[in-house]
């Protein structure tokens, strides 16, 4: 009887180790298989940098991450903005896969070819890898034991260990009981202390609020910044001012604003018509047209004209290519179209590079008289007010008519104060009877 126990045990132990052997086995395929694969994943891993922005542009501010380290992408999915002097550049990723590795923190500073994150290919919307199964725990081999041992050896396991000795339960009530004495001592003194009178604050101030926020100024307004005071240093600025009756415009605007957005899509504006009597006077004041470079005097017979709009972020300037050859809806297509992409912070460096003169429309947000400033190397700019009804004398009789005051702020080096009140009565003259643009032979 006593041989048949040893018997049974041993062969117990024998399949108690086999099996143990063999999960070890299983689970040591599993492992190196799971480490040949990472280990091949890891290898095409693809290191992303900061990519090349403009020829003028070597740096840029990290904005935001739009992914964080274990996020899937897409290829071509944005994963970081990097805010320049001029526009913001989006970093998008090369391929679909995971980002391992963030390289770089918000607000650094980052330069063109330098390290931004780290991406492993795979599965565009692949989700993490789920944690692997929690397998028997090593530590507690008893329960694999009992599951292999014979029943016979089952029922005669020993017993549970017996509970501690009463020594250490009294030692911890003991102890809980001094402990507790302490945390109400405590709560008492926090009672005592809070019946106490407090001390007399600061006095505050007698009304109104007195903060102050401090707010790091992005590379855009310092830029912007910089050009202006540059402008304000460099050009000899002049402004000359004068007043439109915006009768006929209006009158012509509301004639055909309904046709004309229903046959080409587009709302037919006040800009359309100044940037056409601008590209015309331009033509016939070449100067204004024109800029310094160095000791020569740069004339041009195209009109880029720079129209200014109004971002979260800044001013930006837009160009408008070649709108000498352009009429009344090709304009306002293409204000319309670069004004969309400024608002929604999609301009390119192509979009605002040159210009060679700028028209500011303040009276959108209901400015009635300003003086703009140059945006160098240009040699002026056009500054447009609300349109406010006063009264007028017309052939002898007071009225009230829409009237509109024109600003143009030009460099005093390149225009002469004929040439550049010539400029703005030519614009008067087109606005106020916009028939006479069809009568140029520019």
Same mark, same amino acid.
């Given at each position: ?58 740096? =840029? ?7 964080? %380290?274990? @996020? +899937? #992408?897409? /290829? ?5 903005? !990097? $805010? ?12 679909? =896969? ?7 923190? %918000?607000? @650094? +500073? #980052?330069? /063109? ?5 780290? !991406? $492993? ?21 008893? %329960? ?299």
């Amino acid at each position: 009887m006593l041989s048949q126990r040893i018997i049974a045990i041993a062969r117990g132990r024998g399949l108690w180790h086999g099996a143990a052997a063999a999960r070890g086995w299983n689970a040591a395929r599993a492992q190196a298989r799971k480490s040949q694969f990472h280990t091949s994943r890891l290898l095409q891993a693809e290191t992303v940098k900061v990519p090349q922005m403009a020829e003028s542009i070597s740096e =840029g501010t990290l904005k935001s991450w739009t992914k964080k %380290e274990g @996020d +899937t #992408v897409a /290829v071509d999915e944005e994963v970081a903005t !990097i $805010e320049t002097d001029k526009i913001d550049v989006q970093v998008n990723a090369p391929q679909s =896969g995971k980002i391992v590795k963030l390289l770089a923190n %918000e607000e @650094d +500073t #980052v330069v /063109v070819g330098q390290d931004l994150f780290i !991406i $492993e290919p795979g599965e565009a919307g692949e989700s993490a890898a789920p944690p692997p199964t929690k397998e028997a725990d090593p530590a507690t081999p008893s %329960e694999a034991k009992d599951k292999s041992e014979p029943a016979d050896q089952q029922t005669n396991k020993k017993l549970p260990p017996p509970p501690a000795p009463a020594s250490a339960d009294k030692k911890s009530e003991t102890k809980e009981v001094v402990t507790k004495p302490k945390q109400s001592e405590a709560v008492k003194k926090d009672k005592k202390e809070s019946s106490k009178p407090k001390e007399t604050a600061a006095p505050r101030p007698a009304a109104g609020s007195r903060g102050e926020t401090r707010v790091k100024m992005s590379r855009m307004r310092l830029r912007i910044s910089e050009r202006l005071k540059e402008s304000q240093n460099a050009a000899a600025s002049l402004t000359t001012f004068n007043e439109i009756d915006m009768s006929s415009l209006m009158e012509m605007r509301k004639k055909y604003k309904d046709q004309i957005q229903k046959e080409h899509d587009v709302k037919l504006g006040f800009m359309s018509a100044f940037a056409r009597a601008c590209t015309l006077a331009l033509q016939e004041i070449p100067a204004a047209n024109a800029s310094i470079e160095g000791d020569e005097i740069v004339y041009r017979d195209y009109v880029d004209l720079s129209v200014a709009v109004a971002t979260p972020k800044g001013l930006v300037t837009p160009v408008v290519r070649n709108a000498e050859g352009m009429g009344f809806i090709g304009i306002e297509k293409e204000i319309s179209a670069l004004g969309k992409k400024a608002r929604d912070g999609k301009l390119t460096l192509e979009d605002m590079a040159g210009g060679t003169f700028t028209i500011s429309n303040g009276g959108v947000f209901g400015s009635l008289f300003g003086t703009p400033i140059i945006n160098l190397p240009q040699a002026a700019v056009l500054g447009m007010h609300a349109v406010k009804e006063k009264p007028v004398v017309v052939n002898g009789q007071i009225v009230i008519r829409p009237i509109m005051v024109i600003a143009l702020t030009y460099d005093h080096r390149l225009l002469d104060g004929r040439e550049a009140v010539t400029f703005l009565v030519r614009v008067k003259e087109y606005i106020e009877d916009p028939r006479k643009m069809l009568l140029t032979d520019f």
